[in-house]
T-cell receptor, first 114, second 115 residues
Framework: AQSVTQPDIHITVSEGASLELRCNYSYGATPYLFWYVQSPGQGLQLLLKYFSGDTLVQGIKGFEAEFKRSQSSFNLRKPSVHWSDAAEYFCAVGARDAGNMLTFGGGTRLMVKP | NAGVTQTPKFQVLKTGQSMTLQCAQDMNHNSMYWYRQDPGMGLRLIYYSASEGTTDKGEVPNGYNVSRLNKREFSLRLESAAPSQTSVYFC??????????????FGPGTRLTVL
């Protein structure tokens, strides 16, 4: 069975600073990988996804993520954080042999200092 | 195009009461899911339905039942609510075509409190 670990429960960055949110997964074959964002009281919105091909994936709102098979990681990055990026971020892994089921990490709450 | 809708948005129950959470999607997706979200635990899959007429258990199915009423609607029922079922519940849908896995689209959630 697959699993996802997001080691950082909370992260605080200053507005304009760069951001990296960590995600490590466990799965025996090539996974499908996702990053979702959740604003307070809202549902989840897809930021980006990796299925195959180029390991550097571009998403919405200026986010990108890099799939590193050797490290079983799919870290999310943004070069310059905006106050509106404050939210909770979830990494998720899916696999073809698990149907359409996703396994989520515990989430990382991002706070942005002015 | 409303996407995935859920009703109600909020609900307070007493222990032992029953209720049904409703979910509908207008994207013609085959697959639908129910998750619960608890602090620090991310989202955990309760039940899913890969297609109309089929349902399967997820990671945390105990205390819940589901019905895939038609392609659009997927309901979650708590027969006898317990305080441990206090959570935020999310419905999602996705489409898989010829083995290509697409992302899941989420509803706004139902915040349930069981006293």
């Amino acid at each position: 069975a697959q699993s996802v670990t997001q080691p950082d429960i909370h992260i605080t960055v200053s507005e304009g600073a760069s951001l990296e949110l960590r995600c490590n997964y466990s799965y025996g074959a090539t996974p499908y990988l996702f990053w979702y964002v959740q604003s307070p009281g809202q549902g989840l919105q897809l930021l980006l996804k990796y299925f195959s091909g180029d390991t550097l994936v571009q998403g919405i709102k200026g986010f990108e993520a890099e799939f590193k098979r050797s490290q079983s990681s799919f870290n999310l990055r943004k070069p310059s954080v905006h106050w509106s990026d404050a939210a909770e971020y979830f990494c998720a892994v899916g696999a073809r042999d698990a149907g359409n089921m996703l396994t989520f990490g515990g989430g990382t709450r991002l706070m942005v200092k002015p | 195009n409303a996407g995935v809708t859920q009703t109600p948005k909020f609900q307070v129950l007493k222990t032992g009461q029953s209720m049904t959470l409703q979910c509908a999607q207008d994207m013609n997706h085959n697959s639908m899911y129910w998750y619960r979200q608890d602090p620090g635990m991310g989202l955990r899959l309760i039940y899913y339905s890969a297609s109309e007429g089929t349902t399967d258990k997820g990671e945390v199915p105990n205390g819940y039942n589901v019905s895939r009423l038609n392609k659009r609607e997927f309901s979650l029922r708590l027969e006898s609510a317990a305080p441990s079922q206090t959570s935020v519940y999310f419905c999602a849908s996705s489409e898989e075509v010829a083995g290509i896995y697409n992302e899941q689209f989420f509803g706004p959630g139902t915040r349930l409190t069981v006293l």
